[in-house]
């Protein structure tokens, strides 16, 4: 996959995440090194012409506040330690609002990020073994809830990681 629409954390709890991976760097797990970011949608490529449209329903739409409350696994190929989020009706209905959006003018969409299928998280890892994320949790220890702010909405090619914003800074 190639480019993917990612809801950027606002500063502090941008921080709090990075504080987080930085605990977990230091024992040696492999660490997510992107924007702490929600992502709400992955596929081939997203058209300019999509992309311009993406920004102007994003305009309309209050970005919801997310609280990060959990930590768990994101199973795909290999397993990653992520900080799940609480997926009320706010959340959701922006994802909806991106996915019709999306629908039919993407090519390539990757069946996870769907609604119905999507579990809203936000990276602490890369891929670890399924051994390794017992125990990279553990490293963790308790976690209080984060509520987060969306500072940012844009597009990442997730080859480079260059951001493209379409709200935000």
């Known amino acids: 996959?190639?480019?993917?629409?990612?809801?950027?954390?606002?500063?502090?709890?941008?921080?709090?995440?990075?504080?987080?991976?930085?605990?977990?760097?230091?024992?040696?797990?492999?660490?997510?090194?992107?924007?702490?970011?929600?992502?709400?949608?992955?596929?081939n490529a997203i058209p300019k012409t999509?992309?311009?449209?993406?920004?102007?329903?994003?305009?309309?739409?209050?970005?919801p506040e997310l609280w990060l409350a959990t930590v768990g696994?994101?199973?795909?190929?290999?397993?990653?330690?992520?900080?799940?989020a609480v997926p009320d009706a706010e959340l959701l209905a922006a994802h909806t609002?991106?996915?019709?959006?999306?629908?039919?003018?993407?090519?390539g969409a990757a069946a996870r990020y769907l609604p119905g299928q999507w579990?809203?998280?936000?990276?602490?890892?890369v891929e670890l073994t399924h051994g390794q994320a017992g125990r990279a949790m553990s490293n963790l220890g308790a976690i209080r809830p984060l509520r987060a702010?969306?500072?940012?909405?844009?597009?990442?090619d997730t080859r480079t990681g260059v951001f493209h914003p379409l709200r935000g800074s």
């Open 119 to 125: 579990v809203p998280h936000c990276p602490l890892t």
């Open 149 to 156: 702010k969306v500072a940012a909405v844009g597009i990442t």
């Open 97 to 107: 609002l991106v996915h019709d959006t999306l629908a039919g003018r993407v090519k």
């Open 50 to 63: 999509v992309r311009a449209q993406l920004a102007e329903d994003l305009r309309l739409l209050v970005l």
């Open 73 to 84: 696994n994101a199973l795909t190929g290999e397993p990653r330690l992520v900080l799940a």
């Open 1 to 43: 996959m190639a480019e993917a629409l990612d809801f950027v954390l606002d500063d502090e709890p941008a921080e709090i995440v990075r504080r987080m991976r930085a605990r977990l760097a230091t024992v040696g797990w492999p660490v997510s090194d992107s924007d702490p970011a929600v992502r709400f949608a992955l596929a």
